[in-house]
C-alpha cells in the first residue's frame, strides 16, 4: 500500500496533467472537501462525493487558469499530509493574475484521501477577482 505521502503526490500528479478523474480515483467514495478561497469564488465551499468534487474541480477550471501550481514542502502524519505550495493563476472574469502561497491538508484513510482542506491568500485572489464582482 501506498504512504500517505506517496497518495498525494499522485493526486498532484494527476491534477498537474489535467487528468482530474485520476485524482477523484484516489478519493473515498465520501470524500469531504473543503477550499476556503474569496467569498466570489465558485469553488469556496465543501463537496462531498465524486460527484460534487468533480463538479468543485469544473469549477475551478471555469473559474481560473492556473499557469503555476507547486507543492513546495510536505509534512506526513500516519493518517494525513500537510502541503505548503504556491501558485500564480488568472482569474478568467477579469484576466487579473495572482501569486499567492496555499495550504492543503488531506486526510487518509485505508489507502485514500478521505478529507481535504485548502486555503490561499483570499486578499491576493479577492483583489484579482474585484474587477468581475463590480461591474
Do not use: K
Not at 497518495?7 to 473515498?28: E, K, N
Not at 467514495?29 to 467569498?39: G, H, K, P
Not at 499530509?81 to 484513510?109: D, L, M, Q
Amino acid at each position: 500500500m501506498a504512504t500517505p505521502i506517496e497518495i498525494v503526490q499522485h493526486a498532484y500528479a494527476a491534477f498537474g496533467r489535467g487528468d482530474v478523474q485520476a485524482l477523484i480515483g484516489l478519493c473515498s467514495r465520501v470524500v469531504r472537501w473543503q477550499f476556503v478561497a474569496d467569498r466570489h469564488a465558485p469553488y469556496n465551499r465543501e463537496a462531498i462525493g465524486p460527484i460534487q468534487l468533480g463538479q468543485w474541480f469544473a469549477a475551478v477550471a471555469s473559474s481560473d487558469d492556473i499557469h503555476q501550481f507547486e507543492p513546495q514542502r510536505m509534512f506526513a502524519g500516519a493518517d494525513h499530509v500537510t502541503v505548503i505550495g504556491h501558485e500564480r493563476t488568472t482569474i478568467r472574469a477579469t484576466g487579473n493574475t495572482f501569486e499567492c502561497p496555499w495550504v492543503h491538508v488531506f486526510s487518509i484513510e485505508n489507502g485514500v484521501i478521505c478529507g481535504f482542506w485548502g486555503m490561499l491568500d483570499t486578499q491576493a485572489v479577492a483583489e484579482a477577482r474585484a474587477a468581475a464582482a463590480t461591474a
